[in-house]
Each structure stands twice: as C-alpha cells, then as structure tokens.
C-alpha cells in the first residue's frame, strides 16, 4: 500500500470556503491518483476505499478545512453497517413510530441520558440488556452450564443453540439444538465452515486439488478468501444483468457438467453488493437441478448466507427460506445466520451456523475445538439477551426495514438528480427492497475513482466483487441521506 500523501506542499492555511474546497478537492485527486494502482491489494477494495476516505478527511482537518465542508465534499459510502448513533431522520411526531433516531435507544445501543441529535434516550433497554445477562447466567448455573470455565466442543450454551433451533423452525426447517454452532458473527462462520469441511474432505481421502466452490458474481469476496486459504480450488462465474445478477438453473446445470470437481455452492440468498433476490420459484429451479445430481450419487453442499434474511419483505423471505425445507435439499445445506445487518448488530458480532445434516454439523465440530477454546462467555450472555429482546420487540424488524427502504428510497432519488446535472450513471438499479446498498452501472470511461473526485461520493468498485469497475456498490448504512427529490414508489 502507498504512503499516506504529504500535505507538506500546503503551507498556508485556507481562509476562505471556497479556497477550503479547492485545497479539499486538490487533495482528493492527489489521494485518489496514489492509490488507484493498488486497489485490489491487501485487504481488498472495501477497505482501501474506506481507507482512502479516512485518511483524506484527516489529511483536510490537519490542513484546517472545516467539518462542515470535509462532510459535504466527503462521503463515504464504501462499508455497509448502520451506525445508530448517526441516525437523524425524523419523519412524524417526536417519538413516534417514525422517529428512527429512537432506534439506538430501542435496541440497546444508547447509554443513559446519551444524547442523540435531539432526542435524549433514556438507557431503559441498556439496562434491560444487562439485567437479563445476570437472568440468564444464573439459569445456565443452576443447569450446571458454567460459562466461565473451558467449554469443550467450542461451539456455544446448549439453551441459546435451542432458542436459535427454534429460530430456524420458523423458518419451516426442522432442525434441533445439536446442529446449530455458534459463531462470532457470519464471517466467522463461513471461515468455520469451510475449514471443517477441508477437514472432512481430507479424512475422505480426497485431494483438496479435487474439491472446488463455485463463486457466482457479484458476491462478497470475504469467503473467496477464505475458501482459497483452506485450500480449495475456486470457480468463479460471472451472473448476467438481465438475470438480475442470479444464478440461473440452466447455468448451474452446465457448470456441474464442465466442473466435476464443484462440490460447494456459495449462494447469497439475498445478495451483497446487488440488492437483489433469489425468488422463491428461482431457489426452486436451482434445487430440482441439484436433485438430478444427488440422485446420481454426486453430493454438493450449498454454504447459504443468510446475512440480509430479513431485510426484505417478510412474506418473501418466508417463501424463499421455506424452499430449503425439503428432505433432501435440507441435507445438503448449510445456513449461515447473523444479527449485524438485520438488527444492525454488527459490532455484537452475533452469529451461526445450521447444518441441514446432522452427520455434517458433527464433522465439522473439529473447526470449531481447533480454533478456540471457548465461546466468550459474556459474548453468550450478551446474545441470549439480545435474541429474547428481539422475540419480545418484532416491531423491531418491521421499523428497521422501513427505516432501510427510507434510506434506499432518498439515495436513489439523490443519484437520479446528481446524474441530471452530471451524467455518471448508465443504470441506477432498484433493489428487491432488501439490504443497505446501492448496485449501479457507471457510463463508459468512468468508475468509483471518477465518480468521487467529481462527486465526492466514495462507493467500492464492482472488483470489489468479482465483477467489472464499470459497476459500483454505495452503502446506505454510516451515513444518513438527504431529502433530494419528491418521493415516489421505488419499491
């Protein structure tokens, strides 16, 4: 990676706004112009473009710009989380339904008396939170599960494993404690999982050479990483966009054909950077053609990330989970759960893993014994609080998803307009009202570099995914967006 850019050739401090974005704008280009070239090293687009964000808008503080113009010619709109705690948008009455900078004081992220632009929260859930820590230690005590001692199998407290049993019940799947492991989070997960299958596959005698995981893209990278790390071969097929970006049935049939040695499917129900969705006949279609291998003896795992499960319309998300309820479809898969972006949990780092087999949750076990000693005890208590709140409080999800498509909604309105005035975009994409992104296509000669030196809009670049820089994913999550336009129905 590059050296951060002197600001030794700036000398004399800026005095007036206008000679702050000019000095602002200068130093854009500079940064910009360094560390194009090494975009796709280290850790990956993502976070070079939100490092590249980060240390531009210290380099201006340090040159005596004003927030208040760092904030308008700098927005970074590279990493997905919500930050509560930034939440501004008020559209009712004060407190009502509405209010959305209650959110953090709902979920228990505000502390006591913490003010937040204008509402004072008044802590009752932080509280909560911790009470029922205590509530439910003592309960695991008095089952003689003691979280503060050596946990043998790693994997997680039997009764939070049986709440999230129940958790995946709902979803029609009928699965029990014992093939639920617990993760930090999704990514921790997958990174689990697919070094426990490495293991399994090698006490079967098979070559890691010979195992492969197909990759459709565009698709979170993380896991590429991971599989190729553990040694797996990776193969990778680029969706269409008239496909809405999704593995069609007649493609999986054909790359099963050309790839023998395919025997795991990363499948983003719900997709990141896209925002689009498997439909429940799609998932159907994708399932009858795995039927036909398993039927000739060929096993292939489908790795389903579920991370923004939940985000959508919650009659749709029930008709595509309800798919994998099959016999022989929920044998071969294995869910990956999370709280991060569903409740904008992502700092908890909440998550799990549901085998569809029983005989491979077992297996992969080794993953888990392998690489921890134990769950963090107060990690454990703090999740069981978090998930019977959030059994206590559906409303919840519901405010959360509208809070998400009002976000979605005014950025979409803010792209059309900015593109009016300056062409950028060839096509600003409408979501399958799901996730914390934005996927558009850029016009000819123009990528994520351009867009934020002439915009000041930091997204990642479509090889943050796997697919051509002609593409671009914002995030709709740190940042709140600013009425732009009149509303209309984008959803």
């Known amino acids: 990676m590059p050296h951060e850019p002197s600001t030794d050739s700036y000398t004399i401090l800026p005095a007036t706004p206008d000679e702050q974005r000019t000095l602002l704008r200068q130093l854009r280009s500079e940064y910009i112009h360094r560390y194009r070239p090494h975009i796709m090293e280290g850790p990956g687009p993502i976070r070079v473009m939100a490092r590249i964000v980060a240390e531009l808008a210290e380099a201006c503080r340090q040159q005596g710009i004003s927030e208040e113009i760092i904030s308008a010619e700098i927005v970074n709109r590279t990493i997905g989380d919500i930050d509560l705690r930034r939440v501004v948008e008020c559209e009712g009455a004060p407190g009502g339904e509405q209010d959305y900078r209650t959110l953090a004081d709902e979920l228990g992220i505000a502390l006591p008396g913490e003010m937040l632009h204008g509402y004072q929260a008044t802590g009752d859930t932080y509280l909560w939170l911790r009470e029922h820590m205590q509530i439910y230690e003592r309960q695991l005590l008095a089952q003689n599960y003691d979280l503060r001692i050596y946990d043998i199998y790693g994997v997680g407290n039997p009764v939070l494993r049986s709440w999230l049993a129940e958790e995946m019940q709902c979803w029609g799947l009928p699965v029990t404690f014992a093939q639920i492991n617990l993760g930090i989070g999704a990514m921790d997960c997958i990174d689990k999982v697919l070094r426990g299958l490495a293991h399994l596959y090698r006490t079967r005698g098979l070559d890691m050479q010979e195992v492969a995981v197909l990759f459709p893209e565009p698709g979170f990278h993380v896991p590429e990483w991971q599989a190729r790390m553990s ?59 795995l039927r036909a291998y398993y039927q000739k003896g060929r096993e292939i ?56 087999d029983p005989q491979i949750a077992s297996s992969i076990v080794a993953s888990w014994t392998n690489t921890m000693a134990t769950l963090p005890g107060e990690w454990q208590l703090r999740f069981m609080a978090y998930y019977r709140l959030l059994q206590e409080r559906p409303w919840l999800a519901e405010k959360l998803r509208k809070f998400y498509r009002l976000r979605r909604e005014r950025f979409i309105a803010q792209l059309h307009a900015i593109n009016e005035q300056q062409p950028l975009f060839r096509e600003i994409y409408i979501d399958d009202d799901a996730t914390v992104y934005n996927w558009s296509r850029l016009l000819p000669g123009e990528d994520a570099f351009s867009v934020f030196e002439k915009i000041g809009i930091a997204g990642v670049p479509g090889s943050g995914f796997g697919y ?19 509303s209309t129905s984008l959803t």
């Open 231 to 289: 040694g797996y071969r990776l193969q990778h097929f680029p969706t269409r966009p008239e496909h809405h970006f999704r593995l069609t049935a007649q493609e999986l049939d054909q790359l099963l054909q050309a790839h023998a040695d395919i025997r795991i499917i990363y499948l983003t129900v719900t997709n990141n950077p896209t925002t689009l969705a498997y439909t429940a006949a799609e998932l159907r279609a994708l399932h009858a053609v």
């Open 301 to 356: 795992l489908i790795l389903a990330d579920l991370a923004y499960i939940g985000t959508g319309r919650p009659e749709e998300d029930m008709a595509r989970m309800q798919t994998f309820s099959v016999p022989d479809i929920l044998q071969h898969t294995i869910f990956v759960s999370s709280l991060s972006k569903t409740y904008t949990l992502t700092g908890e780092r909440f998550g799990w893993v549901t085998c569809g």
């Open 468 to 486: 051509s820089d002609d593409y671009i994913r914002f995030s709709i999550g740190v940042i709140p967006v600013p009425p732009c336009l009149p």
